[in-house]
């Protein structure tokens, strides 16, 4: 066991009764933080995240058209 839950085992064991029931209840609250934090891991980036630094910064407001220009070119103005 770590030196600190020791130390925190200790300071339960020195609290009054009618406190332990309080550092119970933040004991658990804590608890469940832990357990939220563990069960929303944040996801892998996406790729877009990740190569962002390598775009280019003229192009950038280009890029909700790019996707339409593209169509266009491939398959012909309607």
Do not use: C
């Amino acid at each position: 066991m770590s030196a600190l839950k020791e130390q925190a085992f200790e300071i339960i064991r020195e609290l009054p009764q009618e406190k332990v029931s309080i550092a119970i209840t933040v004991l658990r609250g804590l608890q469940a933080l832990s357990q939220q934090e563990t069960a929303s891991a944040p996801e892998s980036p996406s790729a877009m995240g990740l190569l962002n630094k390598y775009a280019n910064p003229a192009l950038i407001p280009l890029e909700k058209e790019a996707w339409g220009m593209a169509m266009e070119e491939k398959h012909g103005a309607d």
